[in-house]
């Protein structure tokens, strides 16, 4: 079974800070990536897709994406309070595998 | 506007009485899968499906069964639900290894 792992937080950081979350995956075969933003109670949301190597830019959002070392980072500048989330990473598989495996999400805490 | 809807969003039944939540998109996916998200425990797929008629098992499906008939509808079907499936579920759409787009989900409470 592949693996998505992604420390479980809380991660804090003071308001106008970059936010740093990290996963890593357990295979080289992997082609995407996907990160998730879940409020308490709510469905998840896409936010960023990253398919090659390097860094992905979305507006305060950077995905970077390292295959080398199996680590994929979200980056959220100048992160506010309505930040606070819980933020899944997500990977697509090949090798048969008809779904994406997801991490359990890392707590993001913004404070003022 | 392209969603992907569910209903009920709540639910509180009793043990034994079978019950559909319902799941429906409009951005003509192919693939459509559910989710159920237990604290500690994450996203789990419950069953899935790549297109009409076709659908397979996902990592939890016990209790649980589906019909494709239709592109856009993708139903979940508890026939005895039992206190273990207490949970909130997610219907979802999109690409098998690419991008998804979840419902708002449905919070079930069995008694």
């Known amino acids: 079974q592949k693996e998505v792992e992604q420390n479980s937080g809380p991660l804090s950081v003071p308001e106008g800070a970059i936010a740093s979350l990290n996963c890593t995956y357990s295979?080289?075969?992997?082609?995407?990536f996907f990160w998730y933003r879940q409020y308490s109670g709510k469905s998840p949301e896409l936010i960023m897709s990253?398919?090659?190597?390097g860094d992905k830019e979305d507006g305060r959002f950077t995905a970077q994406l390292n295959k080398a070392s199996q680590y994929v980072s979200l980056l959220i500048r100048d992160s506010q309070p309505s930040d606070s989330a819980t933020y899944l990473c997500?990977?697509?598989?090949?090798?048969?595998?008809?779904?994406?495996?997801f991490g359990a999400g890392t707590r993001l805490a913004v404070h003022p | 506007e392209a969603q992907v809807t569910q209903n009920p969003r709540y639910l509180i039944t009793v043990t034994g009485k079978k019950l559909t939540v319902t799941c429906s998109q409009n951005?003509?996916?192919?693939?459509m899968s559910w989710y159920r998200q237990d604290p500690g425990l994450g996203l789990r797929q419950i069953y899935y499906?790549?297109?009409?008629?076709?659908?397979d098992k996902g990592d939890v499906p016990e209790g649980y069964k589906v019909s494709r008939k239709e592109k856009r509808n993708f139903p979940l079907i508890l026939e005895s639900p039992s206190p273990n499936q207490t949970s909130l579920y997610f219907c979802?759409?999109?690409?098998?290894?690419?991008?998804?787009?979840f419902g708002p989900g449905t919070r079930l409470t069995v008694t």
């Open positions: 295979d080289r075969g992997s082609q995407s």
């Open positions: 951005m003509n996916h192919e693939y």
């Open positions: 979802a759409s999109g690409i098998p290894r690419g991008e998804q787009y």
């Open positions: 997500a990977g697509g598989f090949s090798g048969g595998y008809n779904k994406l495996i």
């Open positions: 990253i398919y090659s190597n």
């Open positions: 499906s790549m297109n009409v008629e076709v659908t």
